[in-house]
């Protein structure tokens, strides 16, 4: 079985930064993409952020120059940077990643969530 654990979230004023980190555990062949979600309250979850196996990366508009994404060197963690956070990005952040995994006869491929991590900026 898979399972992704976030962290680093809390409460920060504006202006400042956070680092989320979100690891995979279970016997993973392969993860691609890793992806950062986020949902404010009364409002549908949204993609923040996304890396590939091989680095490539893309961000919501709203983020650009603001939160960096990256893979830790053993590709099972992705960090979310985020500098000059804004209230608007207040929001329970979420990792979602495409897994292959082995259970030892075949061969998954499905998509995993982590428990969310809540992210709070105030003003």
């Known amino acids: 079985q898979v399972r992704l654990v976030e962290s680093g979230g809390g409460l920060v004023q504006a202006g400042g930064s956070l680092r989320l980190s979100c690891g995979a555990s279970?016997?993973?062949?392969?993860?691609?993409?890793m992806v950062w979600y986020r949902q404010a309250p009364d409002k549908q979850r949204e993609l923040v952020a996304t890396?590939?196996?091989?680095?490539?990366?893309t961000y919501r508009d709203s983020v650009k120059g603001r939160f960096t994404i990256s893979r830790g060197n053993a590709k099972n963690t992705v960090y979310l940077q985020m500098n000059s956070l804004k209230p608007e990005d207040t929001a329970v952040y979420y990792c979602?990643?495409?897994?292959?995994?082995?259970?030892?006869?075949?061969?998954?491929?499905?998509?995993?969530w982590g428990q969310g991590t809540e992210v709070t900026v105030s003003s």
């Open positions: 979602n990643a495409h897994v292959t995994y082995y259970d030892g006869r075949n061969y998954y491929t499905d998509d995993y």
């Open positions: 890396i590939t196996s091989g680095g490539t990366t």
């Open positions: 279970g016997s993973i062949i392969n993860i691609n993409p």
